[in-house]
């Protein structure tokens, strides 16, 4: 009997609650990610630190390696060094930086990786991607999925809120992304990878329709969920179609145009997705998806992150240039500046001050 279903590429361990940090070496035991106790921890000079010592006496197998950033150069580095080890796998412990550090590392000397974020900034924790700053700017490099994810919602509530804020912007952008995707398949005729889009649509839509706050155990627990599932559609789809469209470009144009004054990226993508949303003449969600972002303390104008009017049209008109070949609502309109100015005056409006 043939198989007739396909196999996905995913964590076979996924621990998110409060607490989850006190069973991480129970995880790291787990025979599929380690047997003899030997691992390399990548971790930051911040929160993957100050976690160490709470840490360290679970771990007595582990050598730890501190990251100085999230360069290109620092992952080779991190590679380089924990290549002589012999280790069964690598942790990634801390913030966005530091799991792609490891993501790029694991993956350069053919290791496994856990990671062990302390912020919920964006869906890299779980994605096939590390982004790094490198020399031409900053670059995606694709890496395997993780092999465990563990999320402690306790250390997530430590961390400031702009970063939960920011993983809200990312989360929801993917319904704006798979809007996207599904023009480009009837324009264009690409094909859409379906399980990819259900499951990015789906973590977007559970997080745009929860009532709960950046503060509350149930929402960070839907984020952190949410996030999972869209990187594990991204290794579903073998690309970042499920979660990047016209809102990323936006994203990127800013930190390619102004890279000493760029907002965070779920910031951004958030902002992107409710004007991409207007674009394609979905107004009310628009509207929707303004209403919420606004409610968690994100933001929807240009101007709620010091950037003016006109600066926001040259971002929204150099934005196609950012991911040549992905079509978008951008490519589709392709709007001049004036266009660009007028349409973003309607969006003003219709979402309300």
Not at 116 to 132: F, I, K, Q, Y
Not at 212 to 238: N, Y
Request: proline fraction near 6%.
């Amino acid at each position: 009997m043939p198989v007739l279903t396909r196999l996905i590429p995913s964590p076979v361990v996924v621990d998110i609650r409060p607490g989850a940090l006190d069973d991480l070496g129970g995880v790291l035991a787990d025979e599929r990610i380690s047997h003899s106790g030997k691992l390399a921890v990548a971790v930051s000079g911040g929160s993957g630190a100050r976690l160490r010592s709470r840490l360290e006496p679970s771990l007595p197998g582990a050598a730890w390696y501190e990251v100085g950033g999230g360069t290109l150069d620092d992952a080779v580095r991190l590679a380089s060094d924990i290549k002589a080890g012999h280790y069964d796998a690598v942790v990634g412990l801390g913030g966005g930086k530091i799991i792609d550090c490891a993501k790029f590392a694991a993956a350069r000397v053919g290791l496994p990786l856990v990671a062990v974020p302390t912020n919920l900034a964006h869906d890299g924790l779980c994605s096939p991607v590390a982004t790094l700053d490198n020399d031409a700017g900053r670059g995606s490099y694709g890496v395997p999925n993780p092999i465990a994810v563990v999320i402690d919602l306790d250390v997530i509530r430590e961390a400031p809120v702009r970063f939960v804020r920011a993983g809200i912007g990312d989360a929801v952008s993917n319904i704006s992304a798979i809007a996207d995707w599904e023009l480009a398949a009837r324009v264009k005729g690409e094909k859409i990878d379906g399980l990819a889009a259900a499951i990015a649509r789906q973590a977007g839509e559970a997080v745009l329709r929860h009532p709960g706050g950046v503060g509350d155990t149930g929402f960070l627990q839907v984020l952190a969920e949410a996030l999972v599932l869209s990187g594990i559609a991204m290794s579903v789809s073998g690309d970042s179609r499920p979660s990047s469209g016209a809102c990323h470009e936006i994203n990127h144009a800013f930190d390619l145009l102004f890279p000493k004054r760029a907002a965070a990226h779920g910031e951004q993508c958030g902002l992107g997705a409710a004007f991409a949303m207007y674009l394609r003449g979905a107004h009310d969600e628009s509207a929707y998806m303004a209403e919420v972002l606004r409610r968690h303390g994100l933001p929807v104008l240009p101007e709620e992150i010091g950037f003016t009017v006109d600066e926001f049209v040259r971002v929204v008109e150099f934005a196609p240039e950012t991911r040549p070949g992905r079509y978008t609502i951008l490519e589709h309109l392709d709007l001049k500046p004036e266009q660009i100015k007028d349409t973003y005056a309607d969006y003003v409006k219709a979402i309300g001050s």
